[in-house]
């Protein structure tokens, strides 16, 4: 029966993908190394492990959507889900394999993980990997065999920040994405058609500046 263990070794932006992406370099090791694997249904969720950095001042002001003021941290600061992961590892023989795992990210700002990525300045992003699955492999005898990943397989990997913007700026250069409600934007483009005002950033520095104005 295979002897699985997993390790994240390094982390790179995939280039010209249909969605942003970052690929993980997982290494599996096979302690049985007289088996051969014939194929690994892997499952993994990633978790931000958000209590094992420190935070400068500027990324505390930027989480205060997230977890409050960072009086409150102790109760509020708690591990993130950031997203699950499926995948087919190929075949193997020996002691292990190096695979890459593809992570398709997103720039929503409605979504809990971007709001903490786009908060960084600097330094690591702090993960979790969560492991499970099926793996398919046989011995000497040829024959094919079955056998669960233990749910305690877990590898940790600090992920640069530098790596996260990277791949933002690659896919959505000097871009940010903002959902609304349909009636929010149904207001928004008629106040943009009546003034005719040609872009959205423009419709939206007027309106601030009203706002400026107002309270000043």
């Not at 600097?122 to 990943?149: C, K, M, N």
């Given at each position: 029966?295979?002897?699985?263990?997993?390790?994240?070794?390094?982390?790179?932006?995939?280039?010209?993908?249909?969605?942003?992406?970052?690929?993980?370099?997982?290494?599996?090791?096979?302690?049985?190394?007289?088996?051969?694997?014939?194929?690994?249904?892997?499952?993994?969720?990633?978790?931000?492990?958000?209590?094992?950095?420190?935070?400068?001042?500027?990324?505390?002001?930027?989480?205060?959507?997230?977890?409050?003021?960072?009086?409150?941290?102790?109760?509020?600061?708690?591990?993130?889900?950031?997203?699950?992961?499926?995948?087919?590892?190929?075949?193997?023989?020996?002691?292990?394999?190096?695979?890459?795992?593809?992570?398709?990210?997103?720039?929503?700002?409605?979504?809990?993980?971007?709001?903490?990525?786009?908060?960084?300045?600097?330094?690591?992003?702090?993960?979790?990997?969560?492991?499970?699955?099926?793996?398919?492999?046989?011995?000497?005898?040829?024959?094919?065999?079955?056998?669960?990943?233990?749910?305690?397989?877990?590898?940790?990997?600090?992920?640069?920040?530098?790596?996260?913007?990277?791949?933002?700026?690659?896919?959505?250069?000097?871009?940010?994405?903002i959902n609304l409600r349909r009636d929010v934007f149904d207001q928004l483009n008629?106040?943009?058609?009546?003034?005719?005002?040609?872009?959205?950033?423009?419709?939206?520095?007027?309106?601030?500046?009203?706002?400026?104005?107002?309270?000043?």
């Amino acid at each position: 029966m295979p002897d699985l263990s997993f390790a994240i070794d390094s982390a790179k932006v995939v280039p010209f993908a249909a969605t942003p992406m970052l690929a993980f370099q997982l290494s599996i090791r096979n302690a049985a190394a007289d088996e051969r694997i014939h194929t690994i249904a892997l499952r993994c969720q990633i978790q931000i492990e958000v209590t094992r950095r420190q935070y400068a001042s500027q990324e505390q002001e930027r989480l205060l959507d997230l977890f409050g003021t960072p009086d409150r941290w102790s109760q509020t600061l708690r591990t993130l889900l950031w997203t699950h992961v499926q995948m087919v590892v190929p075949g193997f023989e020996g002691p292990g394999n190096v695979v890459d795992m593809q992570v398709p990210c997103t720039a929503d700002f409605n979504v809990a993980a971007t709001k903490y990525f786009d908060a960084l300045e600097s330094g690591e992003i702090p993960l979790q990997f969560l492991f499970s699955g099926t793996s398919f492999y046989s011995r000497d005898d040829g024959q094919l065999q079955v056998a669960p990943i233990s749910w305690e397989q877990e590898a940790r990997f600090r992920l640069s920040a530098a790596t996260w913007r990277e791949m933002i700026d690659n896919y959505y250069p000097n871009s940010v994405f903002i959902n609304l409600r349909r009636d929010v934007f149904d207001q928004l483009n008629q106040y943009k058609m009546q003034h005719g005002i040609p872009t959205w950033e423009q419709a939206l520095e007027r309106m601030l500046a009203a706002e400026e104005a107002v309270r000043s």
